[in-house]
């Protein structure tokens, strides 16, 4: 099996690409740190990923951001700016999409392909009962919806594939704990080991779907 790991410099990343290469896994990590990769850069999504040849079997975007350009999440409706509503977007949403259109050439499709992208549970709609981090929230909802609708595309052609959104729960990584309060925190690489679990064990009927790291559905 060869697993694609994009933002494998990141805490959960990195444990991401430990975990499947412990696992047997021919890895590939690519991250903004080691590669130059910028999520919010189409042509660098393009060039990196182009030179990759298929097939891969796993491919998980391990990336996202609570802050950006210093920004903290909003709190109120007098903090929400432009410029960084339209930074979450850019890196949260539309980055991960980005990488599915230009990872699709690498996945088989005449095989049980995953393709995962990191969102959160705050995120969900239908979850929201406290309000606040306009951006982020919108953001991770954005990105839900533009996975669940490239897997109904994406079933025509690759009929045993799963592409999913997934909610790795609260990580022991310094930005996560600095916005956590007193949430129990579970290190990079127990996270890392459910949420392949979690991807591993999703069937095609469920591709589109939004999960928590124990594989349960999470409302839109």
Do not use: C
Not at 32 to 57: C, K, Q, W, Y
Not at 62 to 88: C, F, I, N, V
Not at 140 to 164: D, F
Not at 199 to 205: F, K, R, V
């Amino acid at each position: 099996m060869r697993a694609l790991v994009i933002g494998a410099s990141g805490g959960i990343g990195s444990a991401l690409v430990a975990g499947y290469a412990a696992r047997g896994a021919e890895v590939i990590g690519l991250s903004r740190h080691a590669d130059g990769l910028d999520l919010t850069d189409e042509p660098s999504i393009a060039a990196l990923i182009g030179g990759l040849e298929p097939p891969f079997h796993r491919i998980i975007v391990a990336t996202g951001a609570l802050e950006l350009d210093g920004r903290p999440p909003e709190k109120t409706l007098r903090a929400l700016e432009s410029p960084g509503l339209a930074a979450q977007f850019a890196l949260n949403a539309v980055g991960p999409i980005l990488v599915l259109k230009h990872a699709l050439r690498l996945m088989p499709r005449d095989a049980g392909v995953r393709f995962a992208a990191l969102s959160a549970r705050v995120g969900s709609i239908g979850d929201n009962a406290l309000g606040g981090w306009y951006g982020y929230r919108a953001a991770k909802a954005a990105l839900n919806q533009l996975l669940h609708t490239a897997a109904i595309e994406v079933a025509r052609s690759h009929p045993q594939a799963v592409i999913a959104a997934l909610h790795p729960g609260h990580v022991a990584t310094p930005l996560s704990l600095k916005y956590g309060g007193a949430l129990p925190s579970y290190p990079p690489e127990t996270a890392a080991a459910r949420l392949i679990a979690v991807l591993d064990g999703l069937t095609p009927a469920q591709s589109g779907g939004f999960f928590d790291y124990a594989g349960r559905a999470i409302p839109w």
